[in-house]
């Protein structure tokens, strides 16, 4: 049984030798996916609850392998975090999300928030926020259309230069967003002690609204949690009319799922944007 890290929480689980192997050149091919032009940055717009205005998208990964076809970033930054490559694959991800926003402001002037996710392996780099600030600066993208997506998986106590990260990060004036809220252990502790502006409602919950009374509790004590403590709340994967309705009868914020957009290569979603602005 190999121990490793997922994307949410450590898992313990049997790998066979063909996937092991097939998990070593995976991360061998990793490293040159950058190099090789192969990584792509989709975005998914994020929805004004009450409008239905595009008030933000959030920047996620792809990988087109030439061989396997398009991999799935649940499948892949697993990987990329055990070789310490997710510090320069997320550094691309800022860069090139970051620099995309600030041309779709340029030519749109929506004042668009792009959301970003950082590994915990990202979290925990000592230089975080002067990686964040250079970028910011290369790019001329405004501080606060930034947000950073950082989700439970690891307990704050547990992980060095965590707390000063977001506290740095805050005083550049960067938005920050806790992921997949209530699946971690330190759902609460995060909401406690990181500087957080927003709340992402995790889809297991989203997915369970008119299926499960308890989910549905959870939800909407979570909404109002957060609008007691004066953050932001978005819910993820809404996919049907049900989970709309219920959640703007509960005031969540915004919005994102498969009901409004699934997540589009760069050209269609500026498309998008065209014809929003056409309206
Ligand atoms: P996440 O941050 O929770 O992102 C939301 C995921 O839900 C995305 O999956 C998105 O495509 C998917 N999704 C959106 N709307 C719906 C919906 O209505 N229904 C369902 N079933 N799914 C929906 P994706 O793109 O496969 O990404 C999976 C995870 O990989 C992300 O989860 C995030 O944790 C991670 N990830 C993606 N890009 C990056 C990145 O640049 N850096 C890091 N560190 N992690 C990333
Ligand atoms: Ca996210
Ligand atoms: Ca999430
Ligand atoms: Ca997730």
Request: hydrophobic content about 40%; some cysteine; overall charge negative.
């Amino acid at each position: 049984a190999a121990k490793s890290m997922g994307r949410n929480n450590y898992r313990v689980y049997d790998v066979s030798p063909a996937q092991e192997q097939q998990n070593a050149a995976l991360k061998a091919r990793l490293r040159h996916a950058e190099g090789n032009g192969e990584l792509r940055v989709f975005y998914q717009p994020q929805i004004n609850a009450g409008t239905e205005d595009i008030v933000g998208m959030e920047a996620l990964l792809r990988w087109e392998h030439p061989e396997l076809g398009n991999i799935g970033p649940g499948f892949f930054i697993p990987l990329a975090e055990e070789t310490g490559l997710i510090v320069s694959i997320g550094e691309w991800v800022l860069r090139n999300a970051c620099k995309q926003a600030k041309a779709w402001e340029d030519r749109f002037g929506l004042g668009l928030r792009i959301g970003v996710n950082l590994s915990a392996v990202q979290l925990m780099q000592p230089d975080l926020s002067e990686v964040v600030a250079t970028v910011l600066q290369e790019t001329g993208l405004d501080p606060n259309q930034l947000e950073l997506e950082v989700t439970e998986s690891i307990s704050i106590k547990a992980a060095p230069n965590l707390m000063e990260n977001m506290q740095k990060l805050h005083r550049l004036g960067c938005h920050i967003a806790i992921d997949d809220f209530g699946t971690g252990a330190a759902s609460l502790d995060y909401l406690r002690k990181l500087p957080a502006d927003r709340i992402k409602i995790d889809q297991s919950f989203v997915r369970n609204i008119g299926v499960d009374p308890d989910d549905e509790a959870i939800v909407r004590a979570t909404i109002e949690m957060a609008h007691r403590l004066k953050r932001g709340v978005v819910a993820e994967g809404v996919e049907i009319e049900q989970h709309l309705q219920f959640l703007r009868a509960n005031h969540c914020d915004e919005l994102q799922g498969y009901l409004f957009c699934r997540p589009l290569p760069q050209a269609s979603f500026e498309r998008l944007l065209a014809e929003r602005e056409r309206l």
